[in-house]
T-cell receptor
Framework: AQTVTQSQPEMSVQEAETVTLSCTYD???????LFWYKQPPSRQMILVIR??????QNATENRFSVNFQKAAKSFSLKISDSQLGDTAMYFC??????????????FGEGTQLTVNP | NAGVTQTPKFQVLKTGQSMTLQCAQD?????MSWYRQDPGMGLRLIHY???????DQGEVPNGYNVSRSTTEDFPLRLLSAAPSQTSVYFC????????????FGPGTRLTVT
């Protein structure tokens, strides 16, 4: 079974600054995906970024980037130029690559990020 | 497309009552799943389905039943609600074999008193 751990229950950052959220995972699988989801107060789950384990290059989506360290089983999210709208709960999630195309996600506990003006 | 819809948005039940949380998607996705979200625990998988007529248990299935008679609908049934089932419930769907992204519904907040 896979486990995902987010050791920072809460974080805060000043607007326009950079913040990094941590995530570690444990798995014996070699083919998998990793995700960061954002959950604002509206409760909607929003995909921020994804990383395929077979890709060495770190994924980037505008102000969001990841630092994927496969050997260390670490998957941190960096948010640059933080904006007030980035205030949300952030979840790290793991998905095993399954032959039947299934999509079972294992989530971490979440990190509540607050961006201060 | 409406995407993934869930009804109701909020529900209060008394212990022992039964109810069904509805989930529907109009994207012809084969894979559908139910998660519950509790404070400090992230989302946990309850049940999932890889197609009509096929369901399986996730991490926390006890107290919940599902069925999948059509591709579009995947209802979650609570047969005898307990306070431990107070949670936020999310339904998600994805097209199998076309990438890992899941599409989440807006959630149902359930309180059992």
């Amino acid at each position: 079974a896979q486990t995902v751990t987010q050791s920072q229950p809460e974080m805060s950052v000043q607007e326009a600054e950079t913040v990094t959220l941590s995530c570690t995972y444990d798995t014996s699988e070699n083919n998998y995906y990793l995700f960061w989801y954002k959950q604002p107060p509206s409760r909607q789950m929003i995909l921020v970024i994804r990383q395929e384990a077979y890709k060495q290059q770190n994924a980037t989506e505008n102000r969001f980037s990841v630092n994927f360290q496969k050997a260390a089983k670490s998957f941190s999210l960096k948010i640059s130029d933080s904006q007030l709208g980035d205030t949300a709960m952030y979840f790290c999630a793991f998905m095993k690559h399954e032959g039947w195309g299934g999509s079972r996600l294992t989530f971490g506990e979440g990190t509540q990020l607050t961006v201060n003006p | 497309n409406a995407g993934v819809t869930q009804t109701p948005k909020f529900q209060v039940l008394k212990t022992g009552q039964s109810m069904t949380l509805q989930c529907a998607q109009d994207m012809n996705h084969e894979y559908m799943s139910w998660y519950r979200q509790d404070p400090g625990m992230g989302l946990r998988l309850i049940h999932y389905s890889v197609g009509a007529g096929i369901t399986d248990q996730g991490e926390v299935p006890n107290g919940y039943n599902v069925s999948r008679s059509t591709t579009e609908d995947f209802p979650l049934r609570l047969l005898s609600a307990a306070p431990s089932q107070t949670s936020v419930y999310f339904c998600a769907s994805s097209p199998t074999g076309q990438g890992p992204e899941q599409y989440f519904g807006p959630g149902t907040r359930l309180t059992v008193t």
